[in-house]
């Protein structure tokens, strides 16, 4: 089992840029495919990015692609989210999840999350 805790959230003006970083728990980082996901007031659950358990393979959403960057470090045990030009639409609680083997734009597919954090940009 793994566990996650997410950091780096806050209030940003749209145009701005935010990372938010995400540390597991346990010497297995290496073997979970890893996703940042958000979720907006009234909003279902939505896939932002993906990382496989190497890093070589990356996958985003149409909303995000060329804006955010997903990447991760497995000896630090860390998966972070840069977002740039961000845009008053990406306000949302950002969670950070994982699963075993290989990736997976599906919600219901990562077993492991963490706790979420917050995510504002004012127009």
């Known amino acids: 089992q793994v566990q996650l805790t997410e950091s780096g959230g806050g209030l940003v003006q749209a145009g701005g840029s935010l990372r938010l970083s995400c540390t597991a728990s346990?010497?297995?980082?290496?073997?979970?495919?890893m996703g940042w996901f958000r979720q907006a007031p009234g909003k279902e659950r939505e896939f932002v990015a993906s990382?496989?358990?190497?890093?070589?393979?990356?996958y985003y959403a149409d909303s995000v692609k060329g804006r955010f960057t997903i990447s991760r470090d497995n000896a630090g045990n860390t998966v972070d989210l840069q977002m740039n030009s961000l845009k008053p639409e990406d306000t949302a609680v950002y969670y950070c999840?994982?699963?075993?083997?290989?990736?997976?734009?599906?919600?219901?597919?990562?077993?492991?999350w963490g706790q979420g954090t917050q995510v504002t940009v004012s127009s």
């Open positions: 990382i496989n358990r190497s890093g070589g393979n990356t």
């Open positions: 999840a994982a699963k075993w083997f290989t990736t997976s734009t599906y919600t219901n597919t990562y077993p492991y």
């Open positions: 346990g010497r297995t980082f290496s073997s979970y495919a």
